[in-house]
């Protein structure tokens, strides 16, 4: 399977443009970006889709999944905690707060009823039945 990447060479040379030049004043209203999509694999087989998303330092009440026939959207909200104190100043943070969003499309519908979700170690994992298309029915012409 493929790993598909955006690339916006703009913002790659701006960000390793300042890469290694120390930061030597803090700056408490600076605030890095949150990213804007999390890693996924998806595969598949004849009876069902497999998902599995990195989303690390997250609690599993934050994570919500829709499904909508063969679109699956999967959001999460990232929240911020203070670790400073004992009247330490934080020099630098790199944490972010926020929504993340992966939303795709299958090939088939997913059976919403028989669907499963699992997040263990900060890897959400997704089994997500295909569903069995209708038998065909035949009329007589009278």
Known sequence: MFNITRFNPLDDAFDNLFRGVPVWLPNP???EAAPA????????????YQV???MPGLKKEDISITINGNEVSVS?????EKDAGNGD???RSERYFGKIQRAF????EVDQANAQAKYTDGVLQLTLPKKTAAALKKLAVH
């Open 52 to 54: 599995h998303a990195e």
């Open 37 to 48: 999509q999390f890693r996924m694999d998806v595969s598949e087989n004849e009876r069902q």
């Open 105 to 108: 499309s299958l090939g088939h």
């Open 89 to 91: 100043s934080v020099l």
């Open 76 to 80: 999460a909200e990232l929240k911020q």
């Open 29 to 31: 209203d600076r605030r």
